[in-house]
């Protein structure tokens, strides 16, 4: 090879190396040339996780929890990384467990049920009645004896006369606005979707006269 095509060669290499930096660009030759890094940590909370289950046989609006649970703890490393331009960069290169967090379970209720005084409770059955009212002690009416039909006696706002055709003796009753009664009383006025219910005076039973309400058959004795 000739001293000139040698030197040719030379030059065309030169321009060549000269030119790649221009090609891809000063900056991203930069952002490859690192001054110094080093390694931090920061430790935070891990969220704990929630478990649910679902149970019919509990009321609606009840839920328990079974199993406490707590959050979690971790450790994240972070490389910090200087670059040649002046910037930092901050990475996340390894995450420490320090302790794992233990899921919460709780028993969530799905039975149909209402909402009394005393929390939630289940119902079998939700109906429209006409509701009457008498007073337990009342000497005019032949069936004021204070006694219901089982023999016990007949406690104002907590005992009903049903039709046990309707709504079966003993029955556990929520009645909005009164309560729960216990249906253990029968009238002969009393027929179908009708209830009765014991009040603590005349005064009081006249004032509720007949009315047509919602009750709920509860899911209990």
Known sequence: MSFKRVRRCLGILLCVLVAVPFLVGFDLAKKITVINDELTYVEQNVEMPVEYIYDKNVA???????????????????KTVTKADGSVKAEAV???????????????????????????????KKMTVQATAYWTHDPVDASGTGIAYDGTPAVPYKTIAV???????????????????????????????????????????????????????????
Do not use: C
């Open 94 to 124: 390894k995450r420490e467990m320090l302790q794992a967090p233990v899921a919460q379970v709780v028993r969530v209720g799905t039975a149909p049920s209402v909402k009394t005084k005393d929390g939630f409770k289940r119902f079998k």
């Open 60 to 78: 609606k609006g009840i839920d328990t929890v079974e199993v406490e649970g707590r959050i979690g703890r971790e450790r994240i490393i972070y």
């Open 163 to 221: 039709d046990p055709k309707v709504i079966p003796l003993q029955s556990q009753v929520y009645i909005p606005g009164i309560g729960q009664v216990r249906a253990n009383d029968t009238g002969s006025a009393i027929k179908g979707k009708i209830i009765d219910i014991a009040m603590d005076s005349r005064k009081a039973a006249w004032n509720w006269g007949r009315r047509n309400i919602e009750i709920y058959i509860l899911d209990e004795k």
